[in-house]
């Protein structure tokens, strides 16, 4: 398997007072609106794709490989002392773990 290189590009913008829209773009990105004070909600997304060379020698030269794309809906509440209790609603898109050789 032959690496895979992409652009990253990080983002941290205030689009207006309630309006923030940040992440590591295409990994992951929020959009925040500030409801309240201390409640913030808002939508997510989360891609990845990840593979690890298996260690045991009864795979040896074999890979792992784990794809995982979702879509949120966040809530955030700052209870006190910058203590937050989150909550997600979402949707996978893609979940996928498979096993290759090699030569795949």
């Known amino acids: 398997m032959s690496p895979l290189f992409g652009p990253v590009i990080a983002l941290g913008w205030k689009i207006s007072d309630p309006w923030n829209l940040d992440g590591l773009f295409p990994i992951y990105g929020k959009l925040h609106y500030k409801a309240f004070e201390k409640i913030v909600t ?60 090699g030569n795949d």
């Open 42 to 101: 808002g939508a997510s997304h989360f891609r990845l794709i990840t593979s690890y060379a298996l260690p045991s020698p009864a795979f040896s030269g074999e890979y792992f490989k784990r794809t995982r794309i979702d879509l949120l809906l966040v809530g955030r509440w700052e209870s006190y002392a910058k203590f937050f209790v989150e909550g997600r609603l979402g949707y996978a898109l893609d979940r996928n773990y498979a096993q290759f050789s």
